[in-house]
């Protein structure tokens, strides 16, 4: 009986084992606490079919729960057969076939590592409504080594000529087989030695292509590059593609740069992708790359600097970033989560950007009323001309604070020259000698009020930072008058004859006042 127990306790703890634990390809997205699926809306087919985390990038990893059938496993979840799945009466783990549209999932963009699973079902052409091959090879299978759908093929079918970088570099795969920038994984069983597994070297010779890849007029600028030199826009010449949208990015780049990205493992000549190690200079180019790992932070930029920046050392430094991205609405009034504010027109994408300087120039969308276009002096890190600040020279963005209850002078000056200076109706000072006077200069200047006297805080902050990129202010200012901590009881907007400010017995003030 002992023996029977201790049989099922091992038993199960090994089945508990291969869910778990996961193997060393499988993506991590189970979630331990619930063992269900961790990514957001894993049931969409672009999701948990996806390169990313999905079946296309390692239908192996499906089989540990849900069956090396697909049937249901130890989760109990068949991918056959299933309404709401693949369909009523389709017996395959894939789409139903011929498995080519829905979007960029078809099973040309799948990953070429694959093919052992492919085999169960698809082994000498087999379950092919039109069987490709007429004779077929025996070995490991492979995509295209004759052991399963195809030979060696070439690129007849596909978008011509095939040799244009639109084609064979950016083609999304609906029509013939994808191109470079979608999976250059795709590229490697034809084009590179060894062909699957770590560390290509894309020099298979070819028809015209004596050198493979690195031939002369293809990507000859280094004989293992099998993607644009330079591959971010603007850089050199031609180059108006990036990287940062290819697709596959960890599989393709884990290739040559590492599965970690980090260098370590890859092709000698590929650099780390990040730290360090990872800046680059190519003759005059210098190329500052990721400063953490693009593979732990795919998206929103933050494998260079946080959304906003919230570090010490640049790409990643803080300075007045988390202060202005605090402000309500800020953060989203440019592209790029508000960058375009500050860094307009060097954002993701241009030549200037992750060049290794810090690039500055003001939307024109914030340019000041009066005193010339918003600029920013690099040396005392300080900006001018900018409507925000009410065209006055701001702090060190370094530096510098501002308390926006208390500093209201920083951005506010009396008069009409900038959108938001204060400016009141006029009264006359009995003197001696009368003189006719600005209201808030009376108080302000005359008296030696300040403007908490009169402005309440905690209503200010209800519109003080909406829409600064407009001209006009939000909110009437008349709503921030009286009440909390100021000098004023009760105040009345309205045309003259209506208005009226009663100050509170404590104050130095007058009676009530009414216009």
Known sequence: MKI?????????????????????????????????????????????????????????????????????????????????CHGVGVFSP??????????????????????????ACHTKGQNLSTPILSSYATGAPGCFNSTLCHGEVGHANDPQPWSAPANHGANPGLIGRPGAKFSIAACQPCHAVPSTGQN????????????????????????????????????????????????????????????????????????????????????????????????????????????????????????????????????????????????????FGKATHADGTVNVALSPTFQAKTGGAATFDPNLVRCSNVSCHGGQITPPWTTGTINVNTDCNNCHILGTTQFNSYNSGRFTDPGPPATIVNLHDFHLNSVGLVCTDCHNTSNLAVNHFTHLETQIMEGPASATIGGGTTSVTTYVAGVPGSGSCTPSPTSPCHATRTW
């Not at 991590?28 to 269900?36: H, L, N, R, V, Y």
């Not at 990514?39 to 990313?52: E, K, Q």
């Not at 789409?95 to 085999?119: E, M, S």
């Open 94 to 119: 894939h789409p139903q076939k011929p498995w080519r549209g829905g979007g960029l999932i078809t099973h040309t963009l799948v990953n070429v590592d694959n093919a052992l699973v492919c085999a």
């Open 4 to 84: 029977f127990y201790y049989g099922l306790v091992l038993l199960c703890s090994v089945t508990l084992w291969g869910c778990s634990k996961g193997n060393t390809n499988a993506p991590a997205t189970i979630d331990p606490a619930t063992g269900k699926h961790a990514v957001a809306n894993w049931v969409s087919p672009t999701v948990h079919g996806g390169l990313d985390f999905g079946a296309s990038k390692n239908m192996g990893a499906c089989q540990e729960c849900h069956g090396n059938d697909f049937a249901g496993g130890i989760s109990k979840v068949s991918c056959l057969n299933t309404s709401g």
């Open 200 to 347: 290509p070297l894309f020099t298979v010779p070819k028809t015209g292509m004596p050198g493979g890849c690195s031939s002369a007029g293809c990507h000859d600028q280094n004989i293992n590059l099998a993607h644009p030199f330079v591959w971010l826009p603007n850089r050199v010449a031609g180059i108006t593609t990036s990287h940062a949208t290819a697709g596959d990015l960890s599989n393709s780049c884990g290739l040559c740069h590492g599965i970690a990205l980090n260098g370590v493992g890859g092709v000698p000549s590929a650099p780390t992708c990040f730290g360090p190690g990872s800046s680059k200079t190519f003759g005059a180019i210098t190329l500052r790359c990721h400063a953490t790992s693009p593979a732990a932070a795919p998206i929103n930029c933050t494998s260079c600097h946080s959304s906003p920046p919230n570090g010490t050392v640049s790409p990643n430094q803080a300075n007045a970033h988390t202060a202005h991205w605090a402000i309500p609405g800020l953060a989203a009034i440019a592209n790029f989560g508000g960058c375009d504010t500050c860094h307009n027109g060097n954002g």
